[in-house]
């Protein structure tokens, strides 16, 4: 329970929690400290839960997850081309939603690729429980889009689509025990801006 929580403190970044036993322990141990927002994971905190996190090298789990990072790859550069779309119209103007048919034509790409990583992230999930709950947040969070609920494609600030896959790729990663300087540069938009996660 200890490792979950710390795993869940170190995708989020920045947690408000309550005070719990467990929370205590951490913060005893130098694993998570207090901050303005709320609790953050130490260096110290950083290191133990890499060790955790990291699948034993060519077990099973591991080949899992490497087939679907493999995988995982070709769609995130997409959902960031997505992502940038959805907050950047065509010629650089930010998108402020009010072309419902310019909207929906993005909601569809996302609807499409969802399609695409469900399978990905469903066979990862019984392969790694801690994957599991990654298919229905994404499920959960398109659900919010598909109602009208803007915020939920893109914001840092709910566990919008973007967030959760952003927490499934730091994950991925810290199962493999890879890292983002190996993979591909980011992608650009038609006006020159860098799309990063």
């Given at each position: 329970m200890t490792f979950g929580l710390l795993h869940h403190i170190r995708l989020r970044g920045v947690v408000e929690i309550e005070e719990t036993e467990i929370v205590t322990v951490l913060l005893r141990d130098g694993f998570v400290a207090r901050s303005t927002r709320g609790i953050r994971i130490t260096t110290e905190g950083r290191a133990v839960h890499a060790s955790w996190a990291r699948l034993p090298a060519g077990a099973e789990a591991d080949q899992a997850a490497r087939r679907a990072y493999e995988r995982f790859l070709p769609l995130n550069r997409e959902v960031l081309r997505i992502c940038s779309d959805w907050q950047v119209r065509p010629g650089g103007a930010p998108n402020d939603h009010r072309d419902a048919r310019y909207d929906w034509s993005v909601v569809d790409r996302v609807r499409a690729l969802n399609e695409r990583i469900a399978p990905i992230v469903g066979r990862?999930?019984?392969?790694?429980?801690?994957?599991?709950?990654?298919?229905?947040?994404?499920?959960?969070?398109?659900?919010?889009?598909?109602?009208g609920e803007v915020d939920w494609l893109t914001s840092p600030r709910l566990d919008?689509?973007?967030?959760?896959?952003?927490?499934?790729?730091?994950?991925?990663?810290?199962?493999?025990?890879?890292?983002?300087?190996?993979?591909?540069?980011?992608?650009?938009?038609?006006?020159?801006?860098?799309v990063e996660e």
């Open positions: 990862l999930g019984r392969a790694v429980a801690r994957f599991a709950s990654y298919g229905p947040r994404l499920r959960a969070a398109l659900e919010r889009v598909d109602a919008s689509y973007h967030t959760v896959w952003m927490q499934m790729h730091e994950d991925l990663l810290l199962a493999i025990g890879g890292d983002r300087a190996s993979e591909a540069e980011p992608t650009t938009t038609d006006s020159g801006e860098t």
